[in-house]
């Protein structure tokens, strides 16, 4: 079992910075790959990156590659999303998860625990 809760949303000029952190509590952190998703008003909710129970294989949406970039600390049982170069199009709620079983790292399905979101705010 694991809960997690993100944090580091907020409002940013286009071409800003922003680093979203997802804690996670639970005693088997390492054994679950990670994903971040989001969901802007009224569109679906869509893949955005994930990340290899080790951290030695990354996955991105190729609207955000190059610009985003996940990673994790398995002591501090938590996963990172470096966002640079943030455009008005990057607004959206970014939600975590956390998958228990080897998956399709861009399919929602797979994963079997969500945390709460938070908000991202690209202004132009």
């Known amino acids: 079992q694991v809960a997690l809760v993100e944090s580091g949303g907020g409002l940013v000029q286009a071409g800003g910075s922003l680093r979203l952190s997802c804690a996670a509590s639970g005693r088997t952190f390492s054994s679950y790959a990670m994903g971040w998703f989001r969901q802007a008003p009224g569109k679906e909710r869509e893949f955005v990156s994930a990340?290899?129970?080790?951290?030695?294989?990354?996955y991105y949406a190729d609207s955000v590659k190059g610009r985003f970039t996940i990673s994790r600390d398995n002591a501090k049982n938590t996963v990172y999303l470096q966002m640079n170069i943030l455009k008005p199009e990057d607004t959206a709620v970014y939600y975590c998860?956390?998958?228990?079983?080897?998956?399709?790292?861009?399919?929602?399905?797979?994963?079997?625990?969500w945390g709460q979101g938070t908000q991202v705010t690209v202004s132009s």
């Open positions: 998860a956390a998958a228990s079983v080897g998956v399709v790292p861009s399919t929602q399905r797979g994963y079997d625990y």
């Open positions: 990340i290899s129970r080790s951290g030695s294989r990354t």
